[in-house]
């Protein structure tokens, strides 16, 4: 084979690895998705854009005090979730939300799936194509995700406590989207995130979860009023569960969820400062 024939199948080979590979953009520590295989922990890590300062944006923009926290979505994709357009719903959503920050220069979310192991960091254009490799499937695990996504946050805030150089951790909010009702309880998993927030003397908006509900299943909707009502009373615990139930005639959208999420944030910035004032 001469030189030039050896260019043409070295071209050749190049061309079909990047095609079957698919693989998605990242900032290198992301992994290609191929098609037809299973990554045990896959993480989709997308470049930011350029941040701008606080200063430029609309003083009453509801985006601008999401610049102080973290937020995480973690998402039902249930077999359920099929149903009535509630998958594509949730892409739509979170896709306009992350689109809206980024055009802020605001930090990019976070998606994490109940039962699928793929997840992105600081998404902005790229949500909907992470639901585009996710298909929904399995049962509604929400305990065992949260709990996961909670002890590896909490012990790295406890760390950077201890550091021989103390850091600070950025506040969080997780954002739980489901249909239906949890196939684990994940009431003790909050009861021991909020105890060990408690111990440690953490702000009152340091983590924050909140569920929102998409679809009209009364079942969820209970389920989600008991976590509002009941766990904060009943263990003796902060309250950091806010749930936003299904409302008749409603789409799920990025401004439902923004409504929800804000409306957590305004609440334990409320008990906080109560608290600072009483304590005062």
Do not use: C
Not at 65 to 93: C, G, I, P
Not at 244 to 255: A, L
């Amino acid at each position: 084979m001469n030189s030039e024939q050896s260019d043409r199948s070295s071209s050749r080979t190049s061309s079909t690895t990047s095609t079957n590979s698919a693989e998605l953009p990242g900032r290198g520590r992301g992994r290609a998705y191929r098609p037809g295989t299973r990554h045990t922990h896959m993480a989709i890590v997308y470049p930011r854009t350029t941040s701008i300062s606080t200063a430029d944006l609309p003083v009453d923009n509801p985006l601008q005090l999401l610049r102080r926290y973290k937020t995480v979505f973690l998402v039902d994709d249930s077999n359920s979730m099929k149903k009535r357009n509630r998958w594509s719903e949730t892409r739509e959503a979170l896709a306009s939300l992350a689109v809206s920050a980024a055009s802020y220069g605001l930090e990019g979310i976070d998606v994490h799936f109940l039962n699928s192991p793929k997840f992105g960091t600081d998404l902005q254009a790229e949500v909907k194509q992470l639901f585009d490799n996710v298909s929904p499937r399995g049962i509604t695990m929400i305990a065992t995700k949260l709990e996961n996504l909670l002890a590896d946050y909490l012990l790295r805030l406890e760390d950077a406590r201890t550091a021989e150089v103390p850091t600070r951790v950025k506040p969080v909010n997780y954002i739980i989207i489901t249909d239906g009702t949890s196939t684990d309880d994940p009431v003790p998993v909050i009861i021991r995130a909020a105890r060990r927030l408690d111990e440690g003397s953490f702000p009152a908006t340091q983590v924050g979860l909140q569920f929102i509900q998409i679809g009209s299943d009364p079942r969820a909707t209970e389920a989600l009023r008991r976590l509002d009502d009941d766990i904060h009373a009943s263990a003796g615990v902060r309250d950091i569960v806010d749930t936003t139930p299904y409302v008749p005639g409603h789409r799920f959208s990025s401004d439902m969820v923004i409504k929800a999420l804000l409306g957590g944030i305004n609440r334990r910035v409320d008990k906080d400062g109560s608290k600072t004032n009483t304590d005062a």
